[in-house]
């Protein structure tokens, strides 16, 4: 596959892996077998970036990357997250402080099997922990050798820069999609800047770029999707099925599937930009993989400005909401 490079020189391939799903918040989840499985099935097609966290279980996720990758660990690039509380095995809020970011690395690299963790983020912003002071202390893992790139997710311009200022980042997290576009505004230009990498999750909208998703669907207990007012909400849902409608007329065309034509125009956004998908079906793999080969022309990418229609319902809950860097 095509490698895309992030910020400070981190090669990774194109297309990643989001790995959350396989432990949390989209079930029905594979067993553990089936997990390790996908991972190196991905592996085996040419993916070399794989996105976990520690609350994504919590712990569970980490474990199962950390299984899968063992074996091949020089061949891949590894990416996860702290910043929240999670002593009692539950999140009760975000925790950057110092002490705990160490003492969270620590137990990543356990559960990882690895002597290091390529790419830190932080993965929400934490606004009783200046922003330096956490920049600050990944450096000083960074200088240990435990960790070799700093992230944030979520962050806001003002964050980024500030952070950038004590430690360089290597990439942004967030969400972007063609229903969710708000990176445009201030945040892509900003790493453009400053020389920063996007990571882009949910570039799918949850699966509902796909066409998989329709006014019938009922998610299933412990959905994430089932807090979301975009997803949730009959008349938001019916509303957005014009985006389905119109990747399907260029899939058509295209001879692709909705899916590609959605990852490809991510990709088409930013030669720094990649998205990382998540699956736990090895057919939706291969398909998110071959959306790398899918070229869109500036005349499919004006056609799609063009046709876009405006998302309806908010992408978040109100709780999710307030934990976003502005």
Same mark, same amino acid.
């Given at each position: 596959?095509?490698?895309?490079?992030?910020?400070? !020189?981190? +090669?990774?391939?194109?297309?990643?892996?989001?790995?959350?799903?396989?432990?949390?918040?989209?079930?029905?989840?594979?067993?553990?077998?089936?997990?390790?499985?996908?991972?190196?099935?991905?592996? +085996?097609?040419?993916?070399?970036?794989?996105?976990?966290?520690?609350?994504?279980?919590?712990?569970?996720?980490?474990? *199962?990357?950390?299984? &899968?990758?063992?074996?091949?660990?020089?061949?891949?690039?590894?990416?996860?997250?702290?910043?929240?509380?999670?002593?009692?095995?539950?999140?009760?809020?975000?925790?950057?402080?110092?002490?705990?970011?160490? #003492?969270?690395?620590?137990?990543?690299?356990?559960?990882?099997?690895?002597?290091?963790?390529?790419?830190? %983020?932080?993965?929400?912003?934490?606004?009783?922990?200046?922003?330096?002071?956490?920049?600050? /202390?990944?450096?000083?893992?960074?200088?240990?050798?435990?960790? !070799?790139?700093?992230?944030?997710?979520?962050?806001?311009?003002?964050?980024?820069?500030? &952070?950038?200022?004590?430690?360089?980042?290597?990439?942004?997290? #967030? +969400? %972007? #999609?063609?229903?969710?576009?708000?990176?445009?505004?201030?945040?892509?230009?900003? *790493? +453009?800047?400053?020389?920063?990498?996007?990571?882009?999750?949910?570039?799918?909208?949850?699966?509902?770029?796909?066409?998989?998703?329709?006014?019938?669907?009922?998610?299933?207990?412990?959905?994430?999707?089932?807090?979301?007012?975009?997803?949730?909400?009959?008349?938001?849902?019916?509303?957005?099925?014009?985006?389905?409608?119109?990747?399907?007329?260029?899939?058509?065309?295209?001879?692709? /599937?909705?899916?590609?034509?959605?990852?490809?125009?991510? *990709?088409?956004?930013?030669?720094?930009?990649?998205?990382?998908?998540?699956?736990?079906? *090895?057919?939706?793999?291969?398909?998110?993989?071959?959306?790398?080969?899918?070229?869109?022309?500036?005349?499919?990418?004006?056609?799609?400005?063009?046709?876009?229609?405006?998302?309806?319902?908010?992408? %978040? #809950?109100? &709780?999710?909401?307030?934990?976003?860097?502005?």
């Amino acid at each position: 596959m095509e490698r895309r490079t992030l910020g400070q !020189g981190l +090669e990774v391939s194109a297309i990643g892996l989001g790995c959350m799903g396989l432990s949390q918040a989209y079930p029905p989840f594979p067993s553990k077998r089936d997990g390790i499985a996908l991972i190196r099935a991905a592996v +085996e097609r040419g993916v070399t970036f794989f996105d976990t966290a520690q609350v994504y279980g919590p712990f569970a996720n980490e474990e *199962l990357v950390g299984e &899968a990758l063992e074996p091949i660990r020089e061949q891949v690039v590894i990416a996860t997250k702290f910043g929240f509380e999670l002593s009692t095995g539950r999140s009760t809020g975000v925790d950057s402080r110092p002490e705990t970011i160490r #003492s969270s690395v620590d137990d990543s690299l356990r559960r990882l099997r690895s002597d290091r963790i390529d790419l830190l %983020y932080q993965h929400r912003v934490d606004p009783n922990v200046p922003i330096e002071e956490v920049a600050g /202390t990944v450096g000083e893992l960074i200088e240990q050798g435990k960790v !070799g790139h700093f992230g944030l997710s979520e962050a806001g311009v003002q964050t980024i820069r500030r &952070a950038h200022a004590v430690q360089p980042v290597t990439a942004l997290q #967030s +969400e %972007y #999609s063609l229903w969710w576009r708000e990176p445009e505004e201030e945040i892509l230009p900003t *790493l +453009e800047e400053l020389g920063i990498g996007f990571v882009a999750f949910s570039p799918l909208g949850k699966g509902f770029l796909t066409g998989a998703i329709d006014e019938k669907t009922e998610f299933a207990e412990g959905d994430f999707r089932k807090t979301v007012p975009r997803l949730a909400d009959p008349d938001a849902r019916r509303a957005n099925l014009a985006f389905v409608e119109l990747l399907g007329e260029i899939a058509e065309r295209k001879g692709a /599937t909705r899916a590609q034509v959605a990852l490809a125009w991510v *990709l088409a956004q930013k030669p720094w930009i990649v998205p990382i998908p998540g699956t736990t079906k *090895l057919h939706r793999l291969e398909e998110n993989i071959a959306a790398a080969e899918l070229e869109l022309t500036p005349d499919d990418l004006r056609e799609i400005e063009e046709a876009l229609p405006e998302a309806q319902g908010a992408r %978040y #809950s109100e &709780a999710n909401e307030r934990m976003i860097d502005r």
